[in-house]
């Protein structure tokens, strides 16, 4: 994620850009949000902070969410078909044959010859269909342009967003505006009211929501009895680092902690195209005793989330007690100014990478750990401007709008029937940890991991990607939609983001062709509109 200089003076040669649709961000939704408004003969400018397009897709996440691949639509459907065709051209397997893939998904084959879809995939292949989307789409798309976020950085008159100006001094005018960012700038700026948090269970009558001491349901807690002091059993020794001093909180309570992000690492095991991790800065062994203690324990699944992508690479995530992801050091990242993004954001890649080089050298690490972690190292080929790591941290959560309808737990469980459908979720309610705690035993543990499963898959309302109108009259939001927290555990998936981009994008064109709101626009005609698109809106 590139973040944007200080040390660049504003020159005189800004500019005024306009037309029809304008999105602020450089994610998935807001590369097939701009396809669809050209695709409906709208003009369209993208406004990126990003120098890379396509946000986690194209980051490191390549072992998609899918959960039901089935009530995966329109155009992106199309963004997996055209990583299928990418993948049936030899060439594409450099690393290793293609028949030696192993073709495992989540619940699903990688490569599906009957739908012509491919679901696993290499960041730098997803980043290339991107790319031809804009270049395909003639898309007008500005990078590194980022919002200036002071209350002078966007002008609205009677509810409707006029113009939003950038940090370099452009100014950016448009009948209809989409955020399309993980964070919700615009929106924030615009006036729209979010929440950032965990809403107690109260708020909305749900179950999964607030806080969830002793909930365990992906095994990313601590099985065995482990001490959090430096001394083990020693309170007057101080915490280890990485644990909070502060109590959990009572279960059900709401509060401002968010799940913990984390960068999802491509690695690569084959000699020639992998670079060995080196000590980072600022390496302290100590601050991984609490690892080393779990493996003491005897803890055996270090490996169980390097999940192969093609090219003997992997998408490796949080697996486990302790891993990938940094527990409780982002509570502040939805609101912080960018300069306090981008130390959260080294913060993460430090503390990582610190990580690997642990695994890796250190020798509180079991000799078969040691030895097997020593194969693997950051690919040559992948992230090439970044060091090859990850341009984009993952953001699971940030701000969440309070829209015209508010997607719930019971919604994301399949349980109801919501109005106005503009798109299907399938995944299951999926929280990371959001804190780690000593209990009152004495013992660490780890809280906010939840995995509950819908009944089948669920339709999202139109009214979530909707601020009131009241607040806003000409903004639609897919990303940070109107949701509470555990909802969005399941809508927050990469697929979702970009059926909702496309759903956003062509409510945005109907509105300004009907000359109404988008919250005035009739559901007849949205809903007919991405029915011809080959949305799926309900079972």
Not at 48 to 63: E, I, N, T, V, Y
Not at 516 to 535: A, G, H, M, N, R
Request: hydrophobic fraction near 35%; aromatic fraction near 10%; proline fraction near 6%.
């Amino acid at each position: 994620m590139l973040l944007p200089s200080y040390t660049t003076k504003k020159t005189n040669l800004t500019a005024s850009r306009q037309a029809d649709v304008i999105i602020y961000g450089g994610t998935s939704a807001a590369i097939i949000a701009a396809v669809q408004v050209k695709k409906m003969g709208k003009t369209v400018i993208i406004v990126s902070p990003d120098k890379h397009l396509g946000g986690l897709s194209s980051g490191g996440l390549g072992f998609t969410d899918t959960g039901n691949k089935e009530v995966i639509g329109g155009l992106s459907r199309d963004f997996y078909q055209r990583l299928y065709q990418h993948y049936q051209k030899t060439e594409s397997w450099q690393w290793q044959k293609k028949d030696e893939y192993g073709n495992k998904g989540q619940g699903t084959p990688a490569l599906d010859g009957t739908n012509r879809t491919m679901w696993i995939f290499e960041p730098h292949a997803a980043e290339q269909v991107f790319e031809d989307f804009v270049k395909e789409n003639n898309l007008i798309i500005y990078r590194n342009e980022w919002l200036d976020r002071s209350t002078k950085g966007v002008v609205k008159e009677s509810g409707s967003i006029r113009s939003f100006r950038t940090l370099a001094g452009n100014v950016y005018q448009g009948k209809m505006f989409i955020d399309a960012t993980y964070e919700g700038d615009l929106m924030a700026v615009a006036g729209v009211k979010y929440h950032v948090g965990r809403e107690a269970n109260s708020v909305y009558g749900e179950t999964w929501n607030g806080v969830q001491t002793e909930v365990f349901q992906h095994g990313h807690h601590f099985k065995a009895k482990i001490s959090p002091y430096k001394i083990a059993n020693d309170p007057k020794s101080g915490l280890l680092p990485e644990i909070s001093d502060k109590p959990a909180g009572e279960n059900g309570s709401g509060d401002n902690k968010i799940q913990a992000y984390c960068f999802r690492m491509c690695l690569s095991n084959h000699p020639d195209n992998r670079i060995p991790f080196v000590k980072p800065q600022g390496y302290n062994p100590a601050r991984y005793e609490l690892y080393a203690r779990v493996f003491a324990a005897g803890w055996t699944e270090t490996f169980n989330k390097f999940d192969p992508i093609p090219n003997r690479k992997t998408d490796t995530n949080n697996h486990g007690p302790f891993s990938t992801d940094y527990i409780g050091k982002n509570y502040d990242y939805p609101e912080a100014s960018y300069v306090r993004r981008k130390q959260i954001i080294k913060e993460h890649e430090l503390y990582q990478k610190g990580l690997m080089y642990f695994l890796q050298n250190d020798p509180r690490v079991p000799a078969d750990v040691h030895e097997k972690m020593q194969q693997w190292g950051l690919p040559k080929d992948e992230f090439k401007d970044n060091g090859n790591w990850p341009h984009q941290l993952y953001i699971r959560e940030a701000r969440r709008m309070i829209g015209e309808f508010v997607m719930k737990e019971a919604d994301a469980l399949g349980k109801t029937k919501v109005p106005n459908p503009v798109g299907m979720g399938s995944y299951a309610l999926d929280a990371h940890n959001a804190q780690r705690y000593v209990k009152p035993d004495g013992f660490v543990q780890n809280e906010g991991d939840i995995g509950v499963h819908p009944d089948k898959p669920y339709s999202i309302a139109y009214g979530s990607i909707l601020p009131k109108e009241s607040e806003c009259n000409n903004l639609l939001v897919p990303v940070c939609i109107s949701s509470s927290h555990i909802a969005y555990g399941s809508i927050r998936m990469e697929p979702v983001f970009m059926i909702l981009g496309q759903s956003a994008a062509t409510a945005a064109v109907l509105a300004i062709e009907n000359k109404v709101s988008p919250q005035k626009l009739p559901y007849e005609k949205l809903q007919t509109f991405l029915l011809k698109d080959k949305q799926r809106l309900e079972l």
